[in-house]
Nanobody, 123 residues
Framework: QVQLVESGGGSVQSGGSLRLSCAPS????????MGWYRQAPGDPRELVAS???????TYADSVRGRFTISQDKVKQTVALQMNGLKPEDTAVYYC?????????????????WGQGTQVTVSA
């Protein structure tokens, strides 16, 4: 079973930057999209940004213009560059991969999740 390994979280002051990275522990057969979600205490998990296999990106309104998602299709990795961080960006950030894996002769849709990495932004 493939696992997603995240890195890059930490604590910064308001206005600072962090870069999150996510890599699979093994090869994924086919990737539909990759993304980052976040969850603050007491809040539901929300989409921060995603990138499709064709490079199409989607951003939450709250981060558009400050965050940039990118992928390396050869390495099957995804990164999130976060600039202009605000205290309201404080959350646990989760990497997500929407993929296809072969089960016998048939492809099966699979959603992989990372373990989460804490991002804390102080005022």
């Amino acid at each position: 079973q493939v696992q997603l390994v995240e890195s890059g979280g930490g604590s910064v002051q308001s206005g600072g930057s962090l870069r999150l990275s996510c890599a699979p522990s093994g090869r994924i057969f086919s990737i539909n999209s990759m993304g980052w979600y976040r969850q603050a205490p007491g809040d539901p998990r929300e989409l921060v940004a995603s990138i499709g296999s064709d490079g199409t990106t989607t951003y939450a309104d709250s981060v558009r213009g400050r965050f940039t998602i990118s992928q390396d299709k050869v390495k099957q990795t995804v990164a999130l560059q976060m600039n202009g961080l605000k205290p309201e960006d404080t959350a646990v950030y989760y990497c997500n991969v929407d993929a296809e894996e072969m089960t016998g002769w048939r492809p099966t849709r699979v959603y992989y999740w990372g373990q989460g990495t804490q991002v804390t932004v102080s005022a």
